[in-house]
Structure formats: structure tokens, C-alpha cells
């Protein structure tokens, strides 16, 4: 009867239970960030009105270990310089997408996803958007965020001619929780 | 699920209100500390402050309801030899704490398990705010140099669920004073 009695003090601590095997998949979580540096040589420069690069994130070491535990994609931010060696002020956007073989500004335009727009730039001048600028020309970020999850995207930065509009020093900060 | 936790704080503290005449002693408190992220490679560590109610409801239980405002520090990622920042989120955080300890007499500390379940406003800009359950455990000790105030410090996990899965968890390492009302 005493030992009954003793059992039940503690019905209490049930639903507690309960609620921690619940919530054990986000207990063990963890938020890892990748940075991946585009190499310049790796930037296809060769048409004439966008400058073209693929993150494939498959290559670094943290997604692999957690690809198959992602839980979500938390972030993603880009940062590179724009030079404009032209006589004119440029205007640019960043589109993205899982196709790497679009050939030309239309069919980036029709087929692809822009991510980043409102990008001004005087004749002469250079400008380097850092993370603290870069949310703020952000656009579509959902869709980012599905194409990112895949590992694997193309970006397509349009500008007015790539022969005078260059674009350096690209990174790509990924930032996904995953299981531990 | 915001819905479901406020009204099971609200019950829990009808419940601990109802019991404060026989347990004989409540309390209201206020408390700060640091909040460090446990494995998230995105936040730094940050402050946090905030204010708590205990109601005995058992020699050896308590509930606090309690509220919580938690600023991640902002983070330093380094890009091609340079550091860009990346700004911290804040949390906003009500909920209620289950204190087990030994909490009858009245010896100049107390060592107590804790205990909790939360709501959570997770902020992170230029992201949405996601409200999120939310759970707390850890342990604390409290000293008593009087029968009215007492002093505390405290070590609690607060988890935190995400709205596209995973979570976030932190440390919380805190220092508080209580004042203590009615009789032993």
C-alpha cells in the first residue's frame, strides 16, 4: 500500500517525461556554418552580360558529415566586389539555380531565381557587399533556401557588360542546423 | 502550441496560487547572467535578464513562473582574411520551471533541481519571429542570509524547438535575488 502510495508521488514527473522524448530531436541539434570561398578561377566570365560561378557544398567536409541529419537551412549570406571599370554607372542582380547550363541573360531571367537586386554602381567606383549590406538587396529567400538544401546551385550575376564590370572575392556563408 | 503553453502555465500557476496557503511561503525574484549557445557555430555569447515568481506547492516542489529575455552576442565569421559580422537574435521567453529540491525549515541554502517548460520568441534579423516551444533543465543553489530575501545562482539548458526542424540550445548561467513572502 506505502510502496503504491510512493509510486504515484511521482505521476506528476510523467508528462515531463513525455515532453523530453518529445522534444529529444531538436535537443540534440546543433547550427554549423560553412564558408565557401569561390575560387576566381572557377568564375565563368566568359559571356557577356553575366559573370557565372556553382557552389557545390558536397565538396566540404561539415556537409558531408551532416547532410543526412539536416534539419534545416538557417541562413545564407553572399559577399563579393563589384569594380566597374566602365564609363557609366552598372546595375546588377544575382539570379540562382540549379541548372548550371543557362546560356544567355533571358533564359537566366525566365528560368532562374533572383536572389539579389538593387545593386548601383557609379562609373569608376567598386563596391564590396558584405554580410551587414547583403540583406538588404536579399530577395526570394525561400527559394534559396530549397536550392541550397540540394547542395548543389548556380549563381548568375547579370551586369551591363562583363568586360568592364568584374566581380572578385566571392563567398558564400551557409549556415544549417543539423542532428548530432 | 503557444496557445497549449500558456494555458498550461496558467494552470500551473491557479494550481500554485491555490496551494500557497498551505505551503506557507512564496517568492518574487529578478535575475541576470550570460547566455552562451551550445554548439551553433552562428550566435555569440550574450546577456540575459529577467524576473521569476516561486510558489511551494510541496516540501520538496516548487513552480516559478517565470519570464526571460536572452540576447545572443553577435559573431565574427572570418571571410578571406577579414572579419564580417553577423548580428546576434534575442529570445523572449515566458514560461514555468519546476524547482526540486529540499524546501521545508529554513537552512541558509538550498540545493534544487529545475525543471520547465517555455514559449519562446525566437528574433533573428531580417528573418520572421518564430514562436516556439521551448524546454529548460539544470540546477541551482540558493542562500538565505535573512528569512525574507535570499540570494542565487543557477545553471539552466534552455532548448528550444525550430519551426523547420533542429533547435537551439544555451547555457544560462545566472545570479538573482529573491524576497520572500509569507509565513514558514
Known amino acids: 500500500m506505502d510502496r503504491r502510495k510512493g509510486n504515484k508521488k511521482y505521476f506528476w514527473l510523467l508528462p515531463l517525461l513525455i515532453i523530453a522524448l518529445v522534444s529529444s530531436c531538436w535537443i540534440f541539434s546543433g547550427t554549423w556554418v560553412i564558408i565557401y570561398e569561390v575560387d576566381e578561377a572557377d568564375i565563368d566570365s566568359g559571356h557577356q552580360h553575366f559573370h557565372k560561378f556553382t557552389v557545390d557544398l558536397t565538396t566540404k567536409s561539415i556537409w558531408e558529415d551532416h547532410k543526412d541529419d539536416i534539419d534545416d537551412i538557417e541562413d545564407i549570406s553572399f559577399t563579393f566586389k563589384l569594380i566597374n571599370h566602365g564609363a557609366s554607372t552598372a546595375t546588377g542582380q544575382v539570379y540562382v539555380s540549379s541548372n548550371s547550363t543557362l546560356s544567355d541573360t533571358s533564359a537566366v531571367k525566365a528560368s532562374a531565381t533572383i536572389i539579389l537586386d538593387g545593386i548601383?554602381?557609379?562609373?569608376?567606383?567598386?563596391?564590396?557587399?558584405?554580410?551587414?549590406?547583403?540583406?538588404?538587396?536579399?530577395?526570394?529567400?525561400?527559394?534559396?533556401?530549397?536550392?541550397?538544401?540540394?547542395?548543389?546551385?548556380?549563381?548568375?550575376?547579370?551586369?551591363?557588360?562583363?568586360?568592364?564590370?568584374?566581380?572578385?572575392?566571392?563567398v558564400v556563408v551557409v549556415t544549417f542546423s543539423a542532428g548530432m | 502550441m503557444k496557445k497549449i503553453v500558456c494555458l498550461s502555465m496558467m494552470a500551473l500557476f491557479l494550481v500554485g496560487a491555490s496551494s500557497v496557503a498551505s505551503a506557507g511561503k512564496f517568492s518574487i525574484g529578478g535575475f541576470a547572467g550570460l547566455n552562451i549557445p551550445i554548439a551553433q557555430e552562428d550566435m555569440g555569447n550574450g546577456t540575459l535578464f529577467g524576473a521569476k515568481g516561486r510558489i511551494l506547492l510541496l516540501?520538496?516542489?516548487?513552480?516559478?513562473?517565470?519570464?526571460?529575455?536572452?540576447?545572443?552576442?553577435?559573431?565574427?565569421?572570418?571571410?578571406?582574411?577579414?572579419?564580417?559580422?553577423?548580428?546576434?537574435?534575442?529570445?523572449?521567453s515566458f514560461g514555468v520551471d519546476a524547482v526540486i529540491g529540499t524546501f521545508s525549515g529554513f537552512s541558509k541554502a538550498r540545493f534544487y533541481g529545475i525543471l520547465g517548460i517555455n514559449s519562446n520568441t525566437f528574433k533573428w534579423e531580417p528573418f520572421?519571429?518564430?514562436?516556439?516551444?521551448?524546454?529548460?533543465?539544470?540546477?541551482?543553489?540558493e542562500f538565505l542570509p535573512s528569512d525574507i530575501f535570499s540570494i542565487e545562482v543557477r545553471a539552466r539548458v534552455h532548448t528550444i524547438s525550430l519551426e523547420g526542424g533542429g533547435g537551439r540550445n544555451n547555457l544560462e548561467l545566472t545570479a538573482g535575488l529573491n524576497y520572500y513572502f509569507g509565513p514558514e
Open chain 2, 128 to 141: 520572421e519571429d518564430q514562436t516556439r516551444l521551448g524546454l529548460s533543465f539544470g540546477t541551482g543553489i
Open chain 2, 59 to 92: 516540501p520538496f516542489l516548487g513552480v516559478e513562473p517565470n519570464f526571460v529575455f536572452s540576447k545572443y552576442g553577435d559573431k565574427d565569421h572570418d571571410i578571406l582574411g577579414g572579419a564580417q559580422t553577423r548580428e546576434g537574435g534575442d529570445i523572449t
Open chain 1, 120 to 170: 548601383s554602381l557609379p562609373a569608376g567606383d567598386s563596391l564590396h557587399v558584405t554580410m551587414a549590406h547583403y540583406y538588404d538587396l536579399l530577395q526570394n529567400f525561400e527559394t534559396l533556401r530549397d536550392l541550397v538544401k540540394t547542395g548543389v546551385f548556380t549563381a548568375y550575376a547579370i551586369v551591363p557588360n562583363t568586360l568592364n564590370v568584374k566581380f572578385r572575392d566571392v
